[in-house]
């Protein structure tokens, strides 16, 4: 087995809490090093922690995306969903800058619900990719082949469609970065199976 894995999960003001949380829980019941850093706001002074998630729930970030974050610290970077956490994501050039290296290096990036639709598509990480996200935005997806599914994987790229498939998502991510020993074995651990 893999020795442990090092993954960024990011999150903005209206990111969705399910996926946010589903992602987190699982990779460090796979005993990865997760840190949870926050994508700031423009107008947003940096050295706040604090993100006011998408249904009012309130998480305290590991760290802030900053200009200084490197993408050779990690394995993996992970985007949830959330309408206004993937624009947040979206409008940071400093995040998109930290993606677009660490994905064209061959580094694993995931996205789920309106990540995809907003931050990979417009820009260009989905080209030549197939993907899938929140289902009321597949029309913003260029190639929308398999845009009905829950987990979409190419490649170095895994890509979910919303709060229902958070769990499946993020052990798709496991088995990525370990193996699919691990994704089973830490769906039994959550009660429930990995195929």
């Known amino acids: 087995m893999k020795a442990s894995r090092r993954v960024l999960v990011a999150i903005a003001n209206g990111s969705e809490e399910i996926e946010a949380m589903s992602i987190i829980g699982t990779l460090v019941r796979a005993e990865a090093e997760v840190q949870v850093g926050k994508v700031y706001?423009?107008?947003?002074?940096?050295?706040n922690l604090k993100v006011l998630l998408s249904r009012g729930v309130k998480l305290v970030a590991d760290l802030g995306i900053t200009g200084e974050t490197q993408d050779d610290d990690y394995d993996a970077i992970v985007l949830p969903g959330g309408i206004g956490g993937a624009q947040n994501f979206h409008d940071s050039d400093i995040f998109m800058s930290l993606?677009?290296?660490?994905?064209?290096?061959?580094?694993?990036?995931?996205?789920i619900c309106a990540s995809p639709a907003f931050v990979l598509e417009p820009h260009g990480f989905l080209e030549g990719r197939d993907a899938t996200c929140y289902p009321a935005l597949s029309e913003k997806l260029s190639n929308?082949?398999?845009?009905?599914?829950?987990?979409?994987?190419?490649?170095?790229?895994i890509t979910g469609n919303g709060p229902g498939s958070a769990i499946d998502f993020s052990l798709a991510l496991v088995e990525h970065l370990y193996d699919k020993e691990k994704a089973q074995e830490v769906a039994l651990s959550m009660a429930t199976t990995y195929d």
């Open 41 to 47: 706001e423009e107008s947003e002074e940096q050295g």
């Open 99 to 111: 993606i677009r290296s660490h994905f064209e290096k061959g580094k694993l990036l995931g996205a």
């Open 144 to 157: 929308r082949s398999k845009a009905e599914q829950r987990v979409v994987i190419s490649d170095n790229l």
